[in-house]
């Protein structure tokens, strides 16, 4: 697993108006190989998601669905995001002139090419494909 995955490019393949050929490929590679996360992903995506609800974008099916099949990828979470945040991933945010954000997306251990600024078996393929096409 050497991808790193952001929400911006998870949301985009959330939503069908949003998704191009870059984030099919994208999210290809997460269903084969898995990815990882900063850890506040999963709070970032379902506030996203959230705030849609919110504002009539989708509905809460859509975000149940949306989450669920989610959950179905080798999706993890990085475990030193938290540890390293006000030492190496403020070091590094200063040394790039970075935001926090993206320093700990570049920092994320074991994790060397990140998907930034936008997991798997053939069962999460089929769901996670399935589930994009019917509810984008």
């Given at each position: ?5 952001d929400?911006?490019?998870t ?12 984030i099919?490929?994208?999210f290809?590679q997460?269903?084969d ?5 900063p ?7 379902a506030n996203?998601?959230?705030v849609?609800?919110?504002r ?6 859509f975000?149940r669905a ?5 959950a ?9 995001t938290?540890?390293?945040a ?9 040394r ?7 320093a ?5 251990r ?15 393929r089929s769901r ?8 984008g």
């Amino acid at each position: 697993m050497s991808l790193v995955l952001d929400s911006s490019a998870t949301l985009a393949w959330i939503y069908s108006d949003e998704t191009t050929d870059s984030i099919r490929a994208l999210f290809d590679q997460v269903i084969d190989e898995g990815a990882i996360v900063p850890a506040l992903w999963k709070l970032e995506v379902a506030n996203s998601l959230t705030v849609a609800v919110r504002r009539r974008r989708i509905d809460v099916e859509f975000r149940r669905a949306a989450l669920a099949d989610l959950a179905h990828l080798d999706i993890s979470t990085d475990q030193h995001t938290n540890g390293h945040a006000w030492n190496d991933t403020l070091h590094l945010a200063d040394r790039f002139r970075l935001s926090l954000y993206d320093a700990a997306l570049s920092g994320t251990r074991a994790a060397p090419n990140a998907a930034s600024g936008h997991t798997g078996s053939g069962t999460a393929r089929s769901r996670a494909s399935g589930r994009h096409q019917n509810l984008g």
